[in-house]
């Protein structure tokens, strides 16, 4: 699996943007896609996910409520909208996929910078 972030960029307190990540390389079946984020200095932290076969989704709860996580078969990308801006969003956000089969993701894209302007 190859992934693909795209759509970062500035907003203000309060507003609203989607970032995409583009996958290819197999079938998902089986796969969750996940995104995640990195502030300067600190680990990455959870986003949210979402299970490719039906997908059903988890968050993070520092996102849970502002941020919706879908995906689109077809094309396939998963997207993660993010509504309700707040400066402390402001990070690098990256897309990572994991196998069921699998405990921790282990396949990431290169990362798409989110800032937010108060």
């Known amino acids: 699996v190859q992934l693909q972030a795209s759509g970062g960029g500035l907003v203000q307190t309060g507003g609203s943007l989607r970032i995409s990540c583009a996958v290819s390389?197999?079938?998902?079946?089986?796969?969750?896609l996940g995104w995640f984020r990195q502030f300067p200095g600190k680990e990455r932290e959870f986003v949210g996910s979402?299970?490719?076969?039906?997908?059903?989704?988890s968050y993070g709860d520092s996102v849970e409520g502002r941020f919706t996580i879908s995906r689109d078969k077809i094309k396939p990308t998963v997207y993660l909208q993010m509504n309700d801006l707040k400066p402390e969003d402001t990070a690098q956000y990256y897309c990572?996929?994991?196998?069921?089969?699998?405990?921790?993701?282990?396949?990431w894209g290169q990362g798409t910078l989110v800032t937010v302007s108060s």
């Open positions: 979402i299970r490719w076969s039906d997908g059903s989704t």
């Open positions: 390389g197999r079938p998902l079946s089986g796969w969750f």
């Open positions: 990572a996929a994991r196998h069921f089969s699998r405990s921790s993701y282990d396949v």
